[in-house]
């Protein structure tokens, strides 16, 4: 715990400054759990940003149609995720900045918000936050890389008292679920295995009639939340494109959109033209840059054929239910290690297709030119979930405690 305690005050420092510069005196105060507070029994609820909240929604709902009894505390690293959870209007609900996991934060925030029950998605574990809860942990669409459990294998004891914590965890692959177990999760709180991005379900995004006429969906792919080392891929598939359906259209959604001037320039280098969103250009240009958060549910929409970003790179890919869930067509690298239950599905259905360099990635996309429509059809099929989520719901609501008690 030692070690742990002192890699997270240097990490918090470097927060805190960043918070105080982006949000002033209110930010730093959030991220030391301070600020505005709702008098009523809470469950706290944490994702990282915006497809972790996203992935709850379904089980989130449910959960507050079941408990009137209960508020519910969201937090998130990201403004974006902050704002798409309070467009979704809940009842009974507060969105804030998730706070850092200080000992003296922690138990100040199950203290004001009078915390009864901690949900936390995916990867977020924190040692303090479990322990400072006086009612139960519970680990939703938990995911654990052999790389994240080699690190925490190092710190046995706290893995161990971290996990010891845990009331029930549900794993989102089976072999996160074995890693847990090996780090010292309790039999008794292992649950099943649920993937909460299969219940993905598109928001009401009606694209505006400019962006209707310039991408055309038969005529339209997305490179969706690449990473710095693919967009040269991405455009110079692109360019090759061009040579043999010059009316194809691409729009590129970087992970990051601070790259976005980088980007510009490689398009430009290339003899393409570019226009970028951020900057309110006409959607006019071979390269549209979707360099805005928040907005990838829209491109998904207006594109018949999605390359995944991350796949080509080491950053283990990014999810491929929600192009999915839009009909979309799907592209991939090889590195699909972060999603490999659900790229196996695709693999073993034949509805995606797997490319690592630019020349394989512009015959996909001529290839899926005619049969767009039927691959994404299944895609959505091959990734369909098996389980209701209503068991699930039920599980939850069994784990978490009656008002009165925490």
Known sequence: ?????????????????????????????????????????????????????????????????????????????????????????????????????????????????????????????????????????????????????????????????????????????????????????????????????????????????ALTHAFPRTQTWLAASTHEGEDATVLDAHAALLDHAPETRLILAPRHPQRAEAIARAAQARGLTVARRSLHDAPDAQVYIADTLGEMALWYRLAGRVFIGGTLTDRGGHTPYEPASFGCALIHGPDTRNFAAPFARLAKAGAARQVAEAEALAEALLALGPSQHDAGLRAREALRQDSAPGDFVARILATLPAVGKS
Request: charged share 20%.
């Open 1 to 209: 715990m030692l070690l742990y305690r002192c890699l997270l005050s240097l990490f918090a420092l470097v927060v805190l400054v960043r918070a105080a510069r982006r949000d002033g005196l209110a930010g730093l105060k959030a991220r030391l759990g301070h600020g505005p507070v709702v008098d009523a029994p809470h469950v706290w609820l944490h994702g990282a940003s915006n497809g972790e909240l996203a992935s709850v929604r379904p089980v989130l709902t449910r959960l507050i149609a079941a408990r009137p009894d209960l508020h519910w505390l969201i937090t998130t690293n990201s403004a974006t995720g902050q704002q798409m959870v309070r467009t979704w209007d809940l009842p009974r609900c507060s969105v804030r900045p998730a706070p850092l996991d200080l000992q003296r934060v922690s138990r100040r925030m199950m203290r004001r918000w009078d915390v009864r029950a901690h949900i936390s998605l995916e990867s977020e574990l924190w040692p303090h936050r479990f322990a400072a809860c006086p009612g139960p942990v519970l680990l939703l669409g938990a995911r654990l890389s052999a790389k994240t459990a080699r690190a925490w294998s190092r710190m046995p004891r706290l893995a161990r008292q971290l996990l010891a914590q845990v009331r029930l965890a549900s794993a989102q692959d089976a072999d996160s679920a074995r890693r847990l177990a090996e780090l010292g999760l309790p039999d008794s709180a292992q649950g099943p295995v649920f993937d909460l991005k299969a219940l993905y379900e598109p928001p009401e995004t009606t694209p505006d009639a």
